[in-house]
């Protein structure tokens, strides 16, 4: 029965058949393949962290960059007697070099902006922020 005909059941369902619909295309390359290919790949499969040292490295980069803190405030806290005296081994040692090795991580579709008009004055311009709907559809599925 595969030439596009149904085939009935007794039980009132029925299959069916579309021969050649279903197709598998070779090629083309995923995220991972794009990831593993990159500059750092070799590091990365030998340091899932990297750039950071470690998970604790990368735990605390993580936290300081998230934390709302100042550049500034994050280099008085890195600057810390208390981090020095127990010798973490930081993979960075300001601000400046933590954001340095974030910029290093793989990014995925970025943020877009457009200013909108109004028909009413405001006192700022108001600004829409977006993703592109396929760009992030084809960055999880690949």
């Given at each position: 029965?595969?030439?596009?005909?149904?085939?009935?059941?007794?039980?009132?369902?029925?299959i069916?058949?579309?021969?050649?619909?279903?197709?598998?295309?070779?090629?083309?390359?995923?995220?991972?393949?794009?990831?593993?290919?990159?500059?750092?790949?070799?590091?990365?499969?030998?340091?899932i962290?990297?750039?950071?040292?470690?998970?604790?490295?990368?735990?605390?980069?993580?936290?300081?960059?998230?934390?709302?803190?100042?550049?500034?405030?994050?280099?008085?806290?890195?600057?810390?007697?208390?981090?020095?005296?127990?010798?973490?081994?930081?993979?960075?040692?300001?601000?400046?070099?933590?954001?340095?090795?974030?910029?290093?991580?793989?990014?995925?579709?970025?943020?877009?902006?457009?200013?909108?008009?109004?028909?009413?004055?405001?006192?700022?311009?108001?600004?829409?922020?977006?993703?592109?709907?396929?760009?992030?559809?084809?960055?999880?599925?690949?």
């Amino acid at each position: 029965m595969s030439d596009g005909t149904r085939e009935e059941n007794p039980d009132f369902s029925f299959i069916e058949y579309f021969p050649g619909a279903v197709q598998m295309y070779k090629g083309g390359s995923t995220f991972i393949n794009k990831f593993d290919a990159d500059e750092f790949g070799q590091q990365r499969s030998l340091n899932i962290y990297y750039p950071f040292a470690s998970r604790g490295d990368w735990e605390l980069g993580s936290w300081l960059l998230r934390s709302g803190l100042s550049m500034g405030a994050i280099d008085v806290f890195l600057s810390l007697d208390l981090l020095k005296v127990r010798k973490l081994p930081l993979s960075f040692r300001t601000a400046k070099e933590l954001r340095g090795r974030a910029e290093l991580l793989p990014g995925g579709p970025r943020w877009k902006v457009q200013e909108l008009r109004t028909s009413h004055p405001t006192k700022r311009p108001v600004l829409l922020y977006w993703r592109d709907s396929l760009e992030l559809v084809q960055s999880q599925s690949s």
